[in-house]
Nanobody, 111 residues
Framework: QVQLVESGGGLVQPGGSLRLSCVAS????????MAWYRQAPGKERELVAT???????NLADSVKGRFTISRTNAKNTVYLQMNSLKPEDTAVYYC?????WGQGTLVTVSS
């Protein structure tokens, strides 16, 4: 049974930082491409970042230069480091691989 468990969300002021984590189980983690998506209120879910098993990364234009995706295969964990956060980054952030989704973690950027 595949499980993806996100953590690390919260309330942060504009310009601040957060690091999201997603621990995966039930998959051969080192082989899987992992992704972070987000869904803001009233908007569609959008792709934020991906990282392949070989650690090649891709980031949405809206977060390039501010967010970094990384992974630690020994811990079955993928991370999303978010710096210089903006109010428009406010969303529920979801971890994804193949057709599997985590429960999401809420990030709120507000003063």
């Amino acid at each position: 049974q595949v499980q993806l468990v996100e953590s690390g969300g919260g309330l942060v002021q504009p310009g601040g930082s957060l690091r999201l984590s997603c621990v995966a189980s039930g998959i051969i983690f080192r082989l899987n491409t992992m992704a972070w998506y987000r869904q803001a209120p009233g908007k569609e879910r959008e792709l934020v970042a991906t990282i392949t098993g070989g650690s090649s990364t891709n980031l949405a234009d809206s977060v390039k230069g501010r967010f970094t995706i990384s992974r630690t295969n020994a811990k079955n964990t993928v991370y999303l480091q978010m710096n210089s956060l903006k109010p428009e980054d406010t969303a529920v952030y979801y971890c994804n691989t193949d057709s599997y989704w985590g429960q999401g973690t809420l990030v709120t950027v507000s003063s």
